[in-house]
């Protein structure tokens, strides 16, 4: 008899994949991303709510999953199972919007906790008083799990009945897949109607990918035509290598075409003896729960690969966007360096002013047409850096991310921040040129302001500013210039690399905040070797 390996080891390995499979992220918007986020999503529905809460309960009860399209009759099928009515059923589509959990009086304590299924919230009601519109207050009717006792169960089993897979709210949908995945088994219903439709392939084909114990209902058949859709059925799923699942046809009958009543017990005593069977019977019990256990244990050997290589071009992707950011401001820097060299900033208005310096024009008014002239020289060239990295961003599909937009926020944006800095280079400037002023005889002392004009001209104007040094020099002495121009410039270049390299952040701060990192593939892979170590 095939038995449940409930070692700690196993468990713990188990419990470190979970980990690493919510931690990794899938948030560029790259071709397989939205495939990478369902996968992950699905596997840790499948870890959360059924694996490791069965290896740690494999005492716990049975649990079969009643899932299937819209109209299959499920919440039908359950009630006539039950042998009253639990779920609410009828002809209005989507019905089932409340799960509904049933189980026997003694086997409550399994489900009232949040061993399996632990993002829904239990309730119980009155059977008189339940509603499909239930709501709890501030709280969704879709994440609600109404739990009902029945004496007409037997202890050891209990019946889920979900919301249809293919409802026309989305929320029911991924909460349909989500309670599936917490199956023991998987009871998948469908009709005389729609048996080769998408929508049941698509779990039964999951269900062969996983190896679960799997069950199909093929409900509302004609009686005039059992034989032949019966006879299809079959062969559609021999031929989808499922030959072998256990198959029960439910004729189509008053109750199940309104919706709204009960089936004949005949109806389903054959589905019904196959579960209770499964439930008291040892080995069938055994069985059933390793065949699923192991079916998604063994599907984590191609599933976390997958994720991993998601991860991986996640990864790939940010470095590319992110070398992008670095070429356009490493250009950019380095086109500020040769501009300054040539003297660039003593132009226009700059040049105008130190050419009437300092019979038509002010020490103050040089200066601050320096900073203005400087001031715009950086924010044209981090512009330029911007255009660059949006054209380059353009030819990545993971730039086209929303949180990547570049949505400047900050009062006055770059121009703001940048005249910011550069006044504050201007006023350290001042200090500087206050300090050599301070130690020269006072009866000879220049204007510091003076002295500062000079100093930012002979920095910023190139060779255009040659006199400013020598009238600098005729002012502080020729070691004061020089220790001057040394300390000036190296402020100078230290304010314009933190101007650049603050520019240069605030575009990767978007790309960062997504945190993608390369460390998630090595870690899932990691985390496999160990699983598959311990089994």
């Known amino acids: 008899m095939v038995t449940l390996d409930v070692r700690p080891q196993l468990l713990d390995a188990l419990s470190a994949l979970r980990d690493r499979v919510a931690a990794a992220r899938f948030p560029l918007p790259l071709a397989g991303a939205p495939r990478a986020r369902a996968n992950r999503d699905e596997l840790l529905a499948q870890l959360d709510d059924y694996l490791v809460p069965r290896l740690r309960d494999p005492e716990a009860p049975l649990l079969a999953v009643v899932g299937g399209s819209t109209g299959a009759g499920k919440s039908t099928l359950v009630n006539s199972l039950v042998g009253r009515r639990v779920s609410e059923a009828g002809v209005l589509r989507p019905t089932t919007r409340t799960p509904v959990l049933v189980c026997h009086p003694e086997d409550h304590h399994w489900f009232s906790g949040m061993r399996v299924l632990p993002d829904l919230t239990r309730v119980w009601v009155p059977q008189q008083e339940a509603t499909d519109d239930l709501l709890l207050p501030g709280g969704n009717p879709g994440r609600v799990l109404r739990i009902e006792t029945v004496d007409t169960l037997p202890p050891g089993l209990a019946l889920l009945d979900a919301p249809d897979v293919d409802s026309l709210v989305a929320d029911n949908r991924v909460l349909a897949a989500e309670l599936i995945c917490a199956a023991d088994v998987w009871v998948m219903v469908t009709t005389a109607a729609r048996y080769a439709d998408a929508v049941p392939w698509h779990l039964l084909r999951a269900a062969k990918e996983y190896d679960v114990t799997l069950v199909t209902v093929l409900d509302r058949v004609p009686h005039q035509v059992v034989s032949e859709v019966s006879r299809q059925y079959a062969a559609l799923l ?254 100078l270049t230290g304010h314009l690399e933190r101007v650049l390299h603050a520019e240069r952040e605030r575009r990767l701060a978007p790309l960062e905040s997504l945190d993608v990192r390369a460390e998630p593939q090595a870690e899932l892979i990691a985390a496999l070797s160990v699983l598959l170590k311990e089994r």
């Open 238 to 491: 021999t031929k989808a290598g499922l030959g072998d699942v256990p198959r029960f046809t439910v004729p189509e009958l008053p109750e199940s075409a309104w919706g709204g009543g009960l089936l004949p017990a005949s109806a389903v005593a054959s589905l019904r003896d196959w579960l209770v069977h499964h439930a008291r019977d040892p080995v069938a019990r055994q069985h059933a729960m390793a065949r699923t256990a192991y079916g998604v244990l063994g599907s984590l050997k191609a599933r976390m690969p997958e994720l991993a290589c998601a991860a991986a071009a996640q990864y790939a992707a940010a470095v590319r966007l992110t070398t992008a950011v670095d070429l356009a401001y490493d250009s950019e820097q380095a086109r500020v360096r040769e501009r300054l060299q040539a003297g660039a900033v003593l132009a226009g208005d700059a040049l105008k002013r130190w050419r009437a310096f300092p019979l038509d024009c002010t020490a103050g008014e040089l200066l601050d047409a320096l900073v203005e002239s400087l001031a715009a020289l950086l924010l044209c060239h981090v512009t330029a850096a911007d255009e660059r990295i949006d054209d380059a961003w353009r030819r990545e599909p993971a730039g086209a991310a929303p949180e990547l937009a570049d949505q400047d926020s900050s009062p006055g944006g770059a121009e703001h921040r940048i005249a910011l800095a550069v006044r504050r280079w201007r006023r350290e400037l001042e200090e500087y040129a206050e300090e050599e002023v301070r130690d020269l005889d006072r009866a000879v002392a220049p204007d510091p302001e003076v002295v500062t004009a000079l100093v930012a001209t002979a920095l910023l104007g190139g060779r255009r500013a040659r006199s400013a040094g020598e009238k600098l020099a005729e002012r502080i002495g020729p070691h004061g210039a020089l220790r001057l121009r040394d300390r000036g410039g190296r402020l």
